[in-house]
């Protein structure tokens, strides 16, 4: 593999100058974190992982302490010309997802047939190429797996001899689409097995980094609403399977274009969550759940919902946002015509893509565009990014809301860096603790000439019980939004101070704000979440005017809870 090279952002070499606005505030940030120059030279697969939640050891110590951080930009869910139903080559979407300051990207092809047989063999060759033209960014390859008896999941590992063999055997041996393990439901009713068969193949990946036969491996969930067909048991079942492996999933999906007015149609909903429970879905599941509010997956976006009832167990479940780009909204570009006697099942690959000069159907933007998972790590390089993400060190915004977030929560009488994004920090019954929150705000328009300004931050806490007894349950009933700064105006780099008090439960906090144009009553009521995001009007679904921040989790453990 080429030798990586830093972004230009965090390149000492690279004049200022030569930075647009956004590269400049990245710079600014990552001087503030004490990382710039050698501090944050090139991690490559040498790199240390960055730690995750705190072993047992430390928690009995008080307080905490986690590093400063340089985020990266990145996005897990892209496909190319190697999936049966997208166009692009390698060469279209590293360009666009450069144009649009992405980091590192991760190409998540469609199993089937074709693919296994070929197309990811082919496709490794393509990444291979792809890294040395492109030696500022980081490319992983990945697969989407479809879950046997359920949706899809990012599957992806670190550069190294055999990351493309772990993918093709993974395919092989448990891809629910190549075994006809598909969804479940009347097609296919033996919901133990496929459910059984899923466990085992996140376990699998777990053995093949404990056997360093991969560096590491990470797996997501994708759309995990989308068809209503992944329970919240299988979620469950999933993490605990190896929670070192299934981190946690799409807090938002792709497809964010889906509904700009006038576009696709009438029924259009932002992220293509146009369907009504079915034979496979879960049927614990409200018709409400099958949509999104304000671009967020019902699971994320309830307060009190599915995500938080898993965080309340006290167990971290990540979430990430991207672009799942197929087909990109207002682009020209159509698929290539097949040679005769070829399509995909002979040679794992689309044609070409050809320019039509006219608008193409599309639901998709570039990767970059408008989703974007930021990553926190102390070097740059593939395992950082994977460390980082298995830390929970992550936050997310849709179009380009917020140009940086960092945030600490600290005991009172402590005078220590405290805890981030994915941390514990161990303190006492009624201990006095401040959430610190730096945001740095948009410094130049995004991609559709809006410069964005955050609204409000809204602080979210939650008790944690531990692991529930019933894991069909998505309620978390004593989750709430309990407090809402107004932060209009604001520009530049702040800091927000937010007093807590430990009380008799461990807890945790996690963060989310808007541009303040679309909220309402959150969808367990208001006295859970007053000014929430909300469904748009099918065919309404302007996603620049509707976008929001969200970040992991911090846990609070209160001793002798």
């Not at 794992?348 to 639901?363: A, E, I, M, R, Y």
């Not at 800091?495 to 009553?521: H, W």
């Amino acid at each position: 593999m080429t030798e990586q090279q830093l972004p230009s952002w965090a390149d000492p070499s690279v004049s200022p100058a030569d930075l647009d606005p956004q590269g400049v505030s990245r710079r600014g940030l990552l001087r503030r974190a004490g990382l710039f120059g050698a501090a944050f030279a090139l991690g490559g697969a040498a790199a240390p992982a960055l730690a995750g939640p705190a072993s047992a050891a430390s928690d009995r110590r008080l307080g905490g302490d986690d590093p400063r951080l340089a985020y990266l930009v990145g996005d897990h869910h892209i496909h190319s010309v190697y999936s049966h139903d997208a166009k692009y080559t390698f060469s279209q979407l590293a360009a666009a997802s450069a144009k649009f300051g992405l980091d590192w990207m991760v190409f998540t092809e469609h199993s089937n047939f074709g693919h296994a047989k070929f197309g990811a063999a082919l496709e490794h060759e393509e990444i291979l190429r792809a890294r040395a033209e492109n030696p500022r960014q980081l490319i992983f390859q990945g697969l989407e797996w479809y879950i046997p008896g359920a949706e899809h999941c990012t599957v992806f590992a670190a550069p190294g001899r055999h990351e493309v063999d772990l993918l093709t055997q993974f395919e092989s041996a448990y891809d629910g689409k190549l075994l006809g393990y598909d969804k479940g439901g009347a097609a296919d009713a033996d919901t133990a097995r496929n459910e059984a068969h899923a466990v085992k193949a996140v376990q699998w990946l777990a053995e093949q980094r404990r056997t360093r036969y991969v560096d590491d491996v990470l797996v997501l969930a994708n759309h995990p609403m989308r068809l209503g067909i992944d329970s919240p048991h299988e979620m469950r079942a999933w993490r605990d399977a190896a929670p070192e492996i299934m981190i946690g999933m799409e807090g938002a999906p792709g497809a964010q274009g889906a509904a700009i007015p006038g576009w696709r149609g009438a029924t259009s909903i932002r992220g293509e969550y146009e369907n009504k429970p079915s034979a496979q879905s879960w049927a614990g599941y409200p018709a409400d759940a099958y949509l999104t509010y304000g671009g967020f997956d019902w699971a994320t976006a309830t307060v009190g919902g599915l995500w938080d009832s898993m965080l309340a167990e006290g167990r971290l479940f990540s979430i990430t946002t991207n672009s799942d780009a197929h087909r990109i909204v207002f682009d020209t570009w159509k698929n290539g015509d097949w040679p005769a006697g070829q399509n995909f099942d002979t040679t794992g690959k689309l044609p070409d893509p050809v320019n039509t000069t006219t608008p193409q159907p599309g639901s998709d933007f570039w990767p970059g565009q408008f989703s974007r998972t930021h990553v926190g790590v102390t070097r740059y390089g593939y395992r950082s990014v994977m460390a980082g993400l298995r830390a929970g060190r992550v936050w997310l915004d849709h179009g380009h809301l917020l140009d940086g977030l960092d945030v600490r929560l600290k005991r009172d009488c402590d005078h220590g860096r405290g805890v981030t994004l994915g941390g514990r920090l161990r303190v006492r019954k009624g201990e006095k603790l401040t959430l610190h929150v730096t945001v740095t705000t948009a410094s130049r328009p995004n991609p559709q000439g809006i410069l964005p300004e955050l609204a409000h931050v809204d602080v979210v806490r939650g008790a944690v019980r531990g692991p529930v007894t019933d894991r069909d349950t998505w309620r978390a009933p004593d989750t709430r939004v309990v407090r809402t700064t107004d932060v209009s105006g604001r520009k530049g780099t702040y800091t927000l101070r937010i007093p807590l008090t430990a009380g008799d439960e461990s807890f945790y906090v996690r963060l989310r704000g808007s541009d303040g144009n679309r909220n309402g009553t959150g969808y367990l009521g208001a006295s859970v979440d007053p000014h929430g995001p909300i469904p748009h009007a099918p065919g309404d679904g302007d996603p620049w005017t509707d976008t929001w921040f969200y970040s992991n989790p911090v846990f609070v453990d209160v001793a002798g809870a």
